[in-house]
């Protein structure tokens, strides 16, 4: 996969709940990187880009997060694509919650955040 962030993302394994905008159907999945800008989590659906969501990421002792974002690419993790890892853009996210994200990050990947702090 070609790498196309502009910003530096964090390995991470949270609970993340969202749905599409103007949709009642809520999934789960799990988050395998983040950033103050996006996000890449595991979708069990077909999200194709441009497609706005909102989210809510559980940052354990941190709390929970709510922001919106936008899907950017979507990329088949099976043969079946019953899994289906997805990049997502954030449009809002409160600045109270990029630091919930950096507080998060900081306190249980420090060694991640030092080597990707001037990338």
Request: aromatic fraction near 10%; glycine fraction near 4%; include cysteine.
């Amino acid at each position: 996969m070609q790498e196309r962030r502009r910003y530096a993302r964090w390995v991470i394994s949270q609970p993340v709940r969202y749905k599409r905008e103007n949709s009642e159907l809520e999934c789960v999945s799990h988050c395998r990187d983040i950033s103050s800008q996006g996000i890449s989590l595991e979708a069990n659906q077909e999200l194709p880009p441009d497609t706005p969501v909102n989210l809510q990421i559980n940052l354990d002792e941190q709390g929970k997060i709510l922001v919106r974002g936008k899907v950017i690419w979507q990329e088949p993790q099976a043969e079946d694509f019953s899994n289906l890892l997805t990049g997502i853009n954030f449009i809002t996210i409160k600045d109270s919650d990029k630091d919930k994200i950096f507080n998060y990050m900081f306190a249980h990947a420090r060694t991640q955040v030092v080597e990707n702090w001037w990338k």
